[in-house]
Every structure is written in C-alpha cells, then in structure tokens.
T-cell receptor
C-alpha cells in the first residue's frame, strides 16, 4: 500500500509556543489530505480537509486560526498548532487520499504525532 | 449525516477461535465502507474495503468483512484469531468518493493465548 510519513512522531512544547506537524505522501501524489485528532481510547475526529493549492475546509468547532493548515504541494501538508495550550495535547493523525482504479480511492494514514503541551 | 456505530468497546477471543467485530452504518447514498487497525501509538493501517460488487470482501492478514445492505452492517471477521491480532479496530464510512472518512469509536480486540 501507499506510504504516508508524518513528522515528528512526538513533540513536547511549552504553553504559548507553536508546533508544526508535517505529513508527506512518499510514493504517490495526494491532492487531498485530511487531519484528524484522536483522544485517548476514542475515535478519530476529522479536523479539516486539505486540498493542494487552496484553503483547507475545517469541520464545525475547529478553530482555523488555531490550527493552520498548508498544502503547498501534491506530497506535503502541514498542520501548525499556534499558541498551543495544554488542552491541545492530543494525538494528531494525517491521512492522504490515493486514487485507485475504477474511480474510488483509499485513505492512507501517517503514524501520528503525539503532542504534549506543558 | 453519515455515522458509524461499533456497539462493542471490547471483544475477547481465544487464539484459534473465530472472531467478529461488529459495525453498522448510516449514509444517505451508497456506502463506501472500510476497516482499519491501529496498534498502540501508531497510525491506522488499511485492512479492507467495500465499494461495490461481492458482499464478502477479503483483506489483509486473513481478515474479511461481509456487507449486508438490509441490515446496514459491515462486520469484520476472521476464521482463526491470532494473539498478534490484538489491537484497536475502526470501521469507517463515506457516502461519496470525495469526502473524508467518518469513523466509529473503535473496538479493542484482545486475543488470549
């Protein structure tokens, strides 16, 4: 299957600082990437849909000024958590959509980034 | 709106026994259904999908799933469980090719030796 690389895998930062998470599709081009957030023992919650070359679409309740998404190329999307606070501590997972045959596609996932804000 | 229900928080089976992880869905159109597995502190790994065609789909690691339109279900199955199958399993759905997946809350599978 297609490979999605997410970096860093773990980051600890002080409250008030910003953190950037990178998501790369290694062996395919992804016009669309997705960012999810996962709380312990809970499901993945879609935060936003990132389309190459255009503004991201945020889900209801997600602060777009807090979670900045940039999808500057067909293989790279970044999520920047601005002015992070302890309540932003979570597991963030990116996903890239790979186009298959017959018109359907599969989402492949990065390994996730655990963010801990002190 | 789309939704996915995984009624069991945890499923316990003995190694060598068959396993079933349940999933029901709700979409407005034809469903695109997926199963993913997650190991601790890792991202999700794709197991299998149903888009169209045969109701029984086969995936990775010996897993299969049966699509039942009348019951709006897509249960994950495996004839003989392995201890290494112990993980968190997510069912996901979308109703259009271009939309993001919506996930169930996940089911923890524990296989004992």
């Amino acid at each position: 299957g297609a490979v999605v690389s997410q970096h860093p895998s773990w980051v600890i930062c002080k409250s008030g600082t910003s953190v950037k998470i990178e998501c790369r599709s290694l062996d395919f081009q992804a016009t669309t990437m997705f960012w999810y957030r996962q709380f312990p023992k809970q499901s993945l919650m879609l935060m936003a849909t990132s389309n190459e070359g255009s503004k991201a679409t945020y889900e209801q309740g997600v602060e777009k000024d807090k979670f900045l998404i940039n999808h500057a190329s067909l293989t790279l999307s970044t999520l920047t958590v601005t002015s992070a606070h302890p309540e932003d501590s979570s597991f963030y997972i990116c996903s890239a959509r790979a186009l298959q045959g017959q018109g359907y596609n599969i989402q492949y996932f990065g390994a996730g980034t655990r963010l801990s804000v002190l | 709106a789309q939704s996915v229900a995984q009624p069991e928080d945890q499923v316990n089976v003995a190694e060598g026994n068959p396993l079933t992880v349940k999933c029901t869905y709700s979409v407005s159109g034809n469903p695109y259904l997926f199963w993913y597995v997650q190991y601790p502190n890792r991202g999700l790994q794709f197991l299998l999908k149903y888009i169209t065609g045969d109701n029984l789909v086969k995936g990775s690691y010996g897993f299969e799933a049966e699509f039942n339109k009348s019951q709006t279900s897509f249960h994950l199955k495996k004839p003989s469980a392995l201890v290494s199958d112990s993980a968190l399993y997510f069912c996901a759905v979308r109703d259009k090719a271009g939309t993001a997946l919506i996930f169930g809350k996940g089911t923890t599978l524990s296989v004992s030796s």
